[in-house]
């Protein structure tokens, strides 16, 4: 398909556990693309569905959630409500034409360098194959 | 003193808003007497050739109601702007894309594909499909071009005012109308509506957000008394701007969202999901699966009347090879 | 005793008796005394024995017709019957009173009567049926015996009882599964009749009350993990496969066997194994180390050894003895002759009445049997089987093993995720003695500071609601794990969010659907702006 694309994938990592688990792989020097820009949030939970679709609306290839394990959550239960509100999430934006593979929700622990960064370089290449997102498919009359 | 004058049109549009403005009534008598309608395509004889006879800014209020989904439109759009001192936004659909705009998750190639082939009382074995320029003997025949792509009022010209609703109710128009007759007109680019939501106004009894089910509203009869969330069914209230008089909520019907998102939510949909999934009361895998499958179409309930104006604001096609045209 | 006794004599006199025979001190020395008085019985005496069988029969046949009452012994009781069957004595007319000899008095009488012990009746009350001389009264003590829980199940105790010879406070407590007067079975008076300081009370009813504090330490221990679910070690299918906890109990002074090491048959073990890591390290049970059971399973050996000069065979993974001295004792106990087989023992059956123990050498690399009097099964640390509901009474977190989650695992390993919520000891991992001691002193310190300080340091990333665009929709309300959003009073028509509870997670201004919650210093336009700065090409 397309071999000089670079996936732009924008990611939402909770502080506590998976910005952790990044900072970790960044320590450990494993090595692993560059393709995820990482904005750093308190919980997972606290990502709400609009920063998703401003994503997508400004042509993100894809979108990468990542909060704490279940039961492992730094404030209890906000990784929970961030898995409630994500399956919904990816049927709507199949609805407008994204394919459910471009966004995705892991938990990651700040323990877990190395899955993170497997994490990545799979997303990457995943999203790679299937191509860019059609940034300018909307909003054009005609 | 000249009378002001008042200009409606009708877009993309089911003809409900106009009918709001004759369900004023007797009213309707005191506009006329008060102002000098210049141009109502339902009511009126004027033409389109008497506007751009106008000069610009000749009317005072432009009443202007339906979404923008052709060129007529897109250009009656823009005369009425070049005429009309004040330009109001009337209805959802001219707010933010209303009904109409639902035709964004598809485009003209499959709406012209079903309308004049698929469906099953055409008689078109030819295939003919609408052209925008079409010669026959006499000359030339123009159709507007169809656009892939419904826009809402504010999206193509500059809007002063926004009547949100399906259609505005009828105290909000008097409302208006009263306004601008005694020149108390609010700051340019005001909603004419709440600025808190639904829930604000809403007298039903409110205990805790928290439901294991959702029930489409033909599967239940909700008590009239209680929150139709949390009793399971699927209300917009929490994230549409109150102000309707709760029309839809009298009639034991959950609120569909026609007032678009309240102030300072770019995306209405995204926050109205973003709500209700918050009240799941559930944590293992197979119940948020559950509660996924009862949410059968979440782009049609949480966009329903405001989807040209989302964020995404139409479905995006496939994706295109890099570098191909 | 003695007022019982005057108290019941009086009754007779009053009822109309002639008169009550009894023991009174006179001239010096105690003899027999026709009591007519109520105020004579004041001097009523009950010791020392003298035989009044005599003295009844003989004031009996002298006035016949006399209503008499007698405080009368097992023995004088046993006279009077022997007469009664030689036809030299009838015993209509005569109440008797009964006295009970004490057990001085009864050994020194040599004296055949029963005594009754309380701690090993169960309340059957056969003995009152079968007695035909319905000698036999309930008496009022507790009649109900349990399972001692402390002495893991191995030694008994009775419905009102203290816990264990440490406990505080040292009182007795009834307890309300089995008490027959708790379970509203029968109304028993046992314990409240004898007790002296009147404190059994009547109407016992639980008290709640509410108490306001600034801190609060979780200090809620631990359990061990359930020998039974691992079927291979055929825990209580055979006798002798006894937990570790159950060998503690048998090794203690204060304990069922009073510290003697003996098997279910009362034999002494003359060959023991200890398996290390019964539902530790174990990827079907719980794959964390106790950390404590290298430990106490050395000690146990240096015990058996100790107490019974078994052969002791220690099957273990790893040896954890990382403690001060602790290195030292594993060698020590190595020299005393207790046999370390690095090997997890596999399974313990019962092969002709004898039980064994199979294992893998992996020094030698081969199967290995070893046939035992005793095994002891080195059962993991676990957290308390209601962890859960103390959880989500007090809001914390527990990690993917079930133990009290810290805040940080280095830096905060006795903070909990809420602000003045402590951890302390095993609920939070386990550990032994002297760092539970360790941990929960530091966690009594830190919440001390924290009273002392007056004033609480809270982060500045909280949320915050703006009344103007608030509906009152109450979506946000149950979304929040500390409880910090409300609605504002009477009015009711906003929500309003505690800056001293909120931590700042952000799941409410997730979702809010009118945007009327901002999380400072993360608000929507500034994550907005991030998106929009890493995707401008």
Redesign the interface.
């Known amino acids: 398909m397309s071999r000089h694309f670079e996936p732009r994938i924008v990611g939402f990592l909770c502080n506590w556990c998976a910005y952790g688990g990044a900072d970790l792989a960044g320590t450990s020097r494993l090595q692993y693309p560059t393709n995820v820009d990482i904005i750093r949030v308190m919980c997972s939970g606290r990502v709400d569905p609009t920063f998703v679709l401003k994503a997508f609306q400004l042509g993100a290839d894809g979108v990468l959630i990542c909060g704490c394990h279940p039961g492992d959550c730094h404030y209890s239960e906000g990784n929970y409500k961030t898995a409630r509100r994500v399956p919904i999430l990816i049927k709507l934006l199949e609805q407008f034409g994204i394919e459910p593979q471009r966004l995705r929700l892991e938990w990651v622990s700040a323990s877990e360098g190395d899955r993170f960064a497997a994490l990545v370089n799979e997303m990457t290449e995943q999203i790679r194959e299937m191509g860019p997102f059609n940034r300018n498919g909307g909003g054009e009359n005609g | 003193m000249a009378k002001p004058k008042i200009a409606l049109y009708w877009a993309a549009s089911c003809g409900g808003c106009d009918v709001a403005v004759l369900d004023t009534n007797e009213k309707i008598l005191d506009i006329a007497s008060i102002a000098d309608i210049v141009f109502w395509p339902i009511a009126v004889d004027f033409k389109y050739h008497h506007v751009e006879a106008m000069e610009d800014g000749v009317i005072d209020l432009c009443l202007f109601n339906g979404a923008l989904r052709n060129s007529e439109q897109e250009k009656i759009a823009k005369l009425l702007r070049a005429k009309s001192k004040v330009m109001v936004a009337f209805g959802a659909c001219a707010c933010f894309g209303g009904i109409p705009a639902l035709a964004n998750f598809t485009n003209r190639d499959e709406i012209f594909e079903r309308a004049y082939i698929e469906a099953p009382s055409n008689d078109n074995a030819s295939g003919t499909l609408p052209q925008t320029l079409t010669k026959v003997n006499e000359g030339e025949l123009e159709l507007p071009e169809f656009f892939d792509t419904v826009s809402n009022l504010d999206q193509v010209v500059v809007v002063e005012y926004f009547m949100p609703g399906c259609p505005p109710p009828v105290d909000l128009i008097l409302k208006v109308v009263d306004a601008f007759a005694t020149g108390q007109l609010p700051p340019a680019g005001s909603v004419i509506a709440s600025d808190k939501t639904l829930c604000d106004e809403c007298d039903r009894t409110k205990e805790e957000k928290k439901i294991t089910r959702i029930y489409r509203p033909h599967e239940i009869i909700p008590d009239p008394k209680k929150c139709l969330l949390e009793q399971g069914i699927i209300c917009c209230g929490p994230a549409t701007r109150g102000g309707c008089g709760l029309r839809c909520i009298k009639a034991n019907m959950p609120c569909r969202g026609c007032f678009g998102p309240p102030l300072g939510v770019i995306d209405q949909g995204a926050k109205m999901l973003s709500a209700l999934t918050s009240t799941y009361e559930a944590k293992e895998e197979e119940e948020i699966a559950r509660l996924l499958s009862e949410v059968v179409d979440p782009a049609g309930t949480f966009y329903r009347f405001s989807m040209a104006k989302s964020l995404l604001r139409r479905k995006r096609p496939v994706p295109v090879e890099v570098g191909a045209k | 005793m003695n007022e019982f006794i005057i108290e019941r004599a009086s009754q007779l006199l009053k009822d109309g008796y002639d008169g009550v025979i009894g023991l009174r001190k006179r001239w010096g020395h105690v003899g027999p005394y026709l009591f007519t008085n109520i105020d004579e019985l004041k001097d009523l005496e009950l010791e020392p024995r003298y035989p009044l069988a005599a003295t009844v029969r003989l004031l009996q046949a002298k006035w016949p017709e006399k209503r008499l009452g007698a405080v009368l012994r097992g023995c004088d009781e046993r006279a009077l019957k022997r007469l009664e069957e030689r036809g030299i004595y009838r015993r209509d007319g005569l109440t008797a009173i009964g006295v009970v000899c004490s057990q001085e008095q009864a050994e020194e009488c040599n004296c055949e009567k029963p005594i009754y012990t309380t701690f090993d009746c169960t309340g059957c009350w056969k003995c009152i049926e079968k007695c035909e001389d319905e000698a036999i009264t309930r008496i009022n003590v507790c009649p109900i015996v349990v399972p001692n829980e402390f002495d893991q199940g191995l030694g008994k105790r009775k419905a009102i009882y203290i816990p264990f010879a440490q406990a505080v406070p040292l009182k007795y407590t009834r307890d309300p599964d089995h008490c027959l007067k708790l379970t509203n079975h029968f109304d028993c008076k046992g314990c409240a009749n004898v007790c002296e300081a009147k404190s059994v009370l009547d109407e016992d009813e639980a008290i709640e009350e509410t108490i306001e504090v600034g801190a609060i330490l979780i200090a809620t221990g631990h359990d061990f993990f359930h020998a039974p679910l691992l079927p291979q070690y055929n825990y209580g299918r055979f006798p002798n496969i006894i937990e570790s906890m159950e060998f503690e109990r048998l090794c203690s002074a204060s304990g069922p066997t009073g510290g003697k090491v003996l098997l279910a048959d009362g034999r002494v073990p003359e060959s023991v194994a200890i398996i290390h890591c019964v539902g530790s390290r174990d990827s079907h049970t719980n794959t964390y180390c106790s950390r404590l059971c290298c430990m106490h399973a050395m000690k146990q050996a240096h015990l058996v050894k100790e107490k019974t000069g078994a052969q002791v065979y220690e099957l273990y993974t790893d040896i954890r003895a990382s403690g001060k001295g602790y290195e030292e004792f594993y060698e020590r106990v190595q020299r005393e002759g207790v046999l370390f087989i690095r090997g997890r023992g596999a399974e313990v059956v019962m092969q002709a009445d004898q039980l064994v123990v199979k294992a893998e050498d992996t020094g030698l690399g081969r199967p290995i049997t070893l046939p035992v009097d005793l095994v002891i099964l080195s059962t993991g640390m676990t957290p308390r089987r209601d962890s859960e509901m103390v959880a989500r009474t007090f809001?914390?977190?527990?990690?993917?093993h079930g133990f009290f989650?810290e805040s940080h695992p280095k830096l905060r390993p006795f903070h909990s995720?809420t602000d003045g919520l402590f951890l302390a000891g095993t609920c939070q991992a386990p550990r032994d003695i002297p760092d539970s001691v360790a941990h929960a002193n530091a966690a009594a310190a830190e919440a001390l500071s924290l009273l002392s300080r007056g004033k609480v340091t809270i982060e500045p990333?909280v949320a915050e609601i703006d009344p103007?665009?608030?509906?009152?929709?109450?979506?946000?309300?149950?979304?929040c794990?500390y409880q910090a959003i409300s609605l504002n009073g009477k009015e009711a028509?906003v929500a309003e969010v505690n800056e001293v509870l909120c931590?700042?997670?952000?799941?409410c201004?997730?979702?809010?659907?009118?945007?009327a919650i901002t999380?400072k210093h993360?608000t929507?336009q500034q994550?907005?702006a991030?998106?929009?700065g890493?995707?401008a090409?």
């Open positions: 809001h914390i977190t527990r990690d993917r989650m995720n990333l103007e665009r608030c509906s009152a929709c109450l979506v946000c309300i149950p979304l794990p028509n931590k700042g997670c952000g799941a201004v997730a979702a809010c659907p009118t945007g999380a993360f929507d994550i907005l991030q998106i929009e890493v995707l090409t």
